[in-house]
């Protein structure tokens, strides 16, 4: 089951590396930083559906970040601090934040919020959905995918992507979003032509023509959009 990716900010490496491993145990993808600028930085180059963020960074304080993320984006932020004074709280969640969480913090609890939010947000809930785009029908759980009713027969790489895409259905991704959001799992060639490959099997497999593609559709010179055709 793939999910997320979901942002965890804090500058403290053993937290980090305990999100990350539990998080990715439970299914989501994981990006993690130690700054709040490189926070900000990702909130703007990748399609995150969390952020996990810190209040003390060592370079900008976490109400800033909240604040700042807040006002480019509505993705879901739970702060997760050692500040445990109910000022505290009260100021992170009028900043923006849609949860509080103080350390030292239960996983499973963590694990309940971030769920919470997700479903809030209407991008959880506990047996994943299907994608369903008419012709081609994607099902995360098991990580199959249907064209015409029939098994495709994707690749994992090949599986990633096309979940990624079709995720961001309506949206470009560049060669670049794609490379940061898969490359950096190990999923793909740091070689930014391996996407264009990976994108000419997928459309071989799925499209009725893949010389005139119908879903996945090549933006000239910046990447790739998924399309859902109209019905």
């Known amino acids: 089951m793939t999910l997320g990716p979901i942002l965890v900010v804090d500058d403290d490496p053993d937290i980090l590396t305990i999100l990350k491993d539990n998080l990715e145990l439970d299914g989501f993808r994981v ?22 963020l810190d209040l003390s960074l060592p370079d900008v304080d976490g109400l800033q970040v909240c604040r700042r993320i807040r006002d480019k984006s509505d993705v879901p932020i739970i702060i997760l601090t050692a500040r445990d004074r109910v000022p505290d709280k009260v100021l992170g969640l009028e900043t923006g934040a849609d ?69 961001n259905a309506g949206r470009v991704l560049s060669r670049l979003d794609i490379r940061r959001q898969l490359w950096e799992r190990g999923e793909l060639s740091s070689d930014t032509r391996a996407i264009d490959v990976h994108v000419q099997h997928l459309r071989h497999k799925l499209e009725a023509n893949p010389c005139e593609p119908q879903f996945i559709v090549t933006v000239p010179g910046v990447g790739y959009i998924f399309q859902v055709p109209d019905k």
């Open 31 to 52: 990006h993690t930083t130690t700054t709040g600028k490189k926070a900000m930085e990702a909130v703007e180059n990748l399609a995150l559906d969390l952020v996990i």
């Open 99 to 167: 949860d509080y969480l103080v350390k030292p913090f239960e996983y499973l609890e963590l694990a309940a919020r971030i769920k919470a939010c997700l479903r809030r947000r209407g991008t959880y809930s506990g047996i994943s959905s299907d994608l369903d785009f008419g012709t081609i029908r994607i099902d995360p759980p098991t990580r199959t995918v249907f064209k015409d009713g029939e098994k495709a027969g994707l690749t994992n790489r090949e599986f990633d992507l096309l979940l990624l895409l079709a995720r």
